[in-house]
């Protein structure tokens, strides 16, 4: 049984302007129903790579496939409404003149009345069937963004393509009507490549990621994989903030505060940074200048002292100084926990959340 072709696919894509590379061999590929997130930030070459999936920029090296057939190589290049691809935007830019019904039917053929069959079924699916003959300016921003989609998804495209489209909507309706948009694309069957620099939304909408970085995919993967296994310092600090711990490698070993730590791979004499997000931190109390017992999970325990603690609404973040050489490492801690500054702690890290890279620049104090 011979396996399908994924729905897209784009191998060793190159784009450069003034002679700086912006999309720097990427290649991807996404199947029917599964949407792919592009992350990364600004700058990083996530809008051009859409752009040149669609048809508006021609790359100058690399290939792109729908379904197995080739829309785009050193020979070939359909044009973007060949292609058999949706796009969304920030911008909804629904025309302000057509009604509601005009602007879904816009990239319909056929007869009148399968357009309207057709307009009338995708806005039944939207939940705007009663504004059918009304004007986008009559409507919420969420109700525009919906006709958006309504309207990219009336000729039945194979992928989707979507820039950012959510980032104009507010934060109370944001959620919502991203969960009911990525539905009615996976309900389609229509593959969905997503445009976004925030890893939240990433990690919400994606059945993977593909994390970007100066033109150049870096790692991809489920989002899982990709929070719990970076691939280096600065894929993990992009997730979320980290607490860094410098430590010279002896005999395959990084010996801390926090006990010794294996740095397979690192020369003797070399400089590690040991990597833990927040919450993997471990804060127990001090009793009488002793802490708790080494563990294997959770290794030795270091003495710090609090210099802020904020709520954060769900939890709390903890700042503290570490007596063994003045580092500043902070902690979450769950729901309501505000130490006074100067309140000692211990402090343990949970050794299965731990990474060891190569030194690097130290990430900026919070």
Same mark, same amino acid.
């Given at each position: 049984?011979?396996?399908?072709?994924?729905?897209?696919?784009?191998?060793?894509?190159?784009?450069?302007?003034?002679?700086?590379?912006?999309?720097?061999?990427?290649?991807?590929?996404?199947?029917?129903?599964?949407?792919?997130?592009?992350?990364?930030?600004?700058?990083?070459?996530?809008?051009?790579?859409?752009?040149?999936?669609?048809?508006?920029?021609?790359? #100058?090296?690399?290939?792109? =496939? *729908?379904?197995? &057939?080739?829309?785009?190589?050193? /020979? @070939?290049? $359909?044009?973007? !409404?060949?292609?058999?691809?949706?796009?969304?935007?920030?911008?909804?830019?629904?025309?302000?003149?057509?009604?509601?019904?005009?602007?879904?039917?816009?990239?319909?053929?056929?007869?009148?009345?399968?357009?309207?069959?057709?307009?009338?079924?995708?806005?039944?699916?939207?939940?705007?069937?009663?504004?059918?003959?009304?004007?986008?300016?009559?409507?919420?921003?969420? #109700?525009?963004?919906?006709? =958006? *989609?309504?309207? &990219?998804?009336?000729?039945?495209? /194979? @992928?989707? $393509?979507?820039? !950012?489209?959510?980032?104009?909507?507010?934060?109370?309706?944001?959620?919502?009507?991203?969960?009911?948009?990525?539905?009615?694309?996976?309900?389609?069957?229509?593959?969905?490549?997503?445009?976004?620099?925030?890893?939240?939304?990433?990690?919400?909408?994606?059945?993977?990621?593909?994390?970007?970085?100066?033109?150049?995919?870096?790692?991809?993967?489920?989002?899982?994989?990709?929070?719990?296994?970076?691939?280096?310092?600065? &894929?993990?600090?992009?997730?979320?903030?980290?607490?860094?711990?410098?430590?010279?490698?002896?005999?395959?070993?990084?010996?801390?505060?926090?006990?010794?730590?294996?740095?397979?791979?690192?020369?003797?004499?070399?400089?590690?940074?040991?990597?833990?997000?927040?919450?993997?931190?471990?804060?127990?109390?001090?009793?009488?200048?002793?802490?708790?017992?080494?563990?294997?999970?959770?290794?030795?325990?270091?003495?710090?002292?609090?210099?802020?603690?904020?709520?954060?609404?769900?939890?709390?973040?903890?700042?503290?100084?570490?007596?063994?050489?003045?580092?500043?490492?902070?902690?979450?801690?769950?729901?309501?926990?505000?130490?006074?500054?100067?309140?000692?702690?211990?402090?343990?890290?949970?050794?299965?959340?731990?990474?060891?890279?190569?030194?690097?620049?130290?990430?900026?104090?919070?």
């Amino acid at each position: 049984m011979t396996t399908p072709a994924p729905r897209l696919e784009a191998i060793g894509l190159k784009r450069s302007f003034g002679g700086r590379a912006v999309v720097d061999d990427v290649s991807l590929s996404i199947g029917a129903g599964e949407i792919l997130c592009l992350l990364g930030p600004s700058g990083c070459g996530k809008s051009t790579t859409l752009r040149l999936i669609a048809g508006v920029e021609r790359p #100058e090296a690399g290939s792109i =496939a *729908l379904d197995g &057939a080739t829309v785009c190589d050193q /020979r @070939v290049f $359909l044009p973007p !409404e060949r292609r058999s691809i949706g796009l969304m935007f920030q911008d909804f830019a629904l025309f302000p003149h057509l009604s509601v019904a005009d602007n879904v039917a816009f990239g319909l053929t056929g007869s009148r009345a399968e357009k309207r069959s057709r307009v009338k079924e995708l806005l039944d699916r939207v939940d705007l069937a009663r504004h059918i003959d009304g004007y986008p300016h009559e409507l919420s921003g969420g #109700e525009q963004q919906r006709v =958006a *989609l309504a309207r &990219a998804l009336a000729p039945r495209p /194979r @992928v989707m $393509l979507m820039d !950012e489209p959510f980032s104009g909507l507010d934060n109370r309706l944001r959620d919502g009507i991203r969960d009911e948009t990525l539905g009615l694309l996976k309900d389609e069957g229509t593959a969905v490549m997503m445009v976004t620099h925030e890893p939240e939304e990433a990690m919400r909408m994606a059945d993977r990621i593909a994390l970007m970085r100066d033109g150049r995919i870096v790692q991809q993967g489920a989002p899982y994989n990709l929070y719990n296994s970076p691939v280096d310092k600065a &894929a993990a600090a992009f997730f979320s903030d980290i607490n860094v711990i410098r430590g010279t490698v002896q005999g395959g070993l990084t010996r801390t505060a926090f006990g010794e730590f294996l740095a397979p791979g690192h020369a003797d004499g070399a400089q590690v940074d040991i990597v833990i997000r927040p919450q993997h931190l471990k804060l127990d109390f001090d009793r009488q200048g002793s802490g708790p017992l080494p563990t294997a999970r959770e290794g030795v325990p270091a003495l710090g002292r609090v210099t802020r603690a904020r709520y954060l609404g769900r939890e709390s973040l903890v700042e503290l100084e570490m007596a063994f050489d003045g580092t500043r490492l902070q902690a979450v801690v769950p729901s309501v926990f505000l130490p006074k500054p100067g309140t000692p702690f211990w402090l343990m890290m949970r050794r299965d959340r731990c990474h060891v890279f190569p030194a690097g620049v130290r990430p900026a104090a919070q």
